[in-house]
C-alpha cells in the first residue's frame, strides 16, 4: 500500500535550506564550500526545471521504491566498500563519515543528479547526451575545485550509463539509492 502522495523534490529543497543555513555549526571550515555547492544545485536545479517545463518529482513512497532505494544503496556500498580499504580508509573513518551531516549533503546532490540527468535530460537527450553533459558537469566542478581530473570525468560518465540503467530498472529511488552510496564513499573519501 502506497504511502500518501508527497513532494520528495520539496523535502530535498528544505534539506539544502538546512544544510545552507547550518552550514557553519554542521561542515565547520568546509562551510563556504557546501554552501556554494548547494547554491550552484539549487541553481541547476531551478534553471533545468523551467527549461523543460516540469515540476519538483512528486511521487508515492510505496515499500517497492523504500526497498530499491535501501537494495542499491546497499548494492553499490558494498561493491565500493573494498576500494576505502584499497585507498588506506580505516573503518573507523568509513563509519563516523557515513553518520555525519555529510549524509544530507549526499542524499540531496544524488536526488537533485538523479531528477536532472535520469528523469529529465535522459529523455530528452539520450543516454549518451545524458553522459556527456554529466561528464562535462563535473569536469566544471573538478576544475573549480582546483584541476581537471579527466579519469574521474570517465568513471563519473560511464557511472550515468549504470545509473541510468539502474534508474530504468529499479525507478528514481533505486537510481538514487546507488548515486547516494557513492557520493557518501567519495565525500568520505575527501574528508580524511
Known sequence: ????????????????????INADIVYGIY??????VMVAYFLLLAVVLASFGVGLPSMSLS???IKN?????????????????LQGLSAEVAIT????FGLFHAFVKAFIEETIWADILKK????????ITFGLFHLAVTFTAGGINFIAIGILMILRFIWDYVHDRYGIMGSVGSHFAWNSFTLGMRLI
Open 63 to 65: 515499500i517497492y521504491e
Open 124 to 131: 530528452r537527450i539520450g543516454r549518451y547526451g545524458s553522459a
Open 97 to 100: 563519515t557515513a553518520l555525519g
Open 69 to 85: 532505494f535501501a537494495l542499491m544503496f546497499i548494492l553499490t556500498s558494498l561493491v565500493l566498500l573494498p576500494l576505502q580499504f
Open 1 to 20: 500500500m502506497p504511502l500518501p502522495k508527497i513532494t520528495l523534490g520539496l523535502i530535498v529543497l528544505f534539506m539544502m535550506l538546512f544544510l545552507y
Open 31 to 36: 562551510a563556504e564550500q557546501v554552501k556554494t
